[in-house]
């Protein structure tokens, strides 16, 4: 499940606007954790990965 593709792919843009593609919740969750800061936000998103990883959440 967590290398299953995304129905659709998700982008964000990183840095100065470069854009990054999010293709599975493995790399949703990689992109959180890595993100700089404690925000609600990154908060949120890791809370969402993990419930993936759980198997509480429908993809």
């Known amino acids: 499940m967590l290398s299953r593709p995304f129905e ?4 964000v843009w990183v840095g100065l ?3 990054r593609q999010l293709n599975t919740v493995a790399d949703a969750y990689q992109f959180a954790a890595d993100w700089c800061g404690n925000s609600p936000e990154q908060k ?3 809370r969402a990965c993990k ?3 759980g198997g509480r959440c429908r993809l």
Not at 8 to 11: C, F, I, Y
Request: glycine fraction near 8%; aromatic fraction near 16%.
């Open 17 to 19: 606007g470069f854009p």
């Open 8 to 11: 659709k792919p998700v982008r």
């Open 44 to 46: 949120a998103a890791i």
């Open 51 to 53: 419930a993936a990883f």
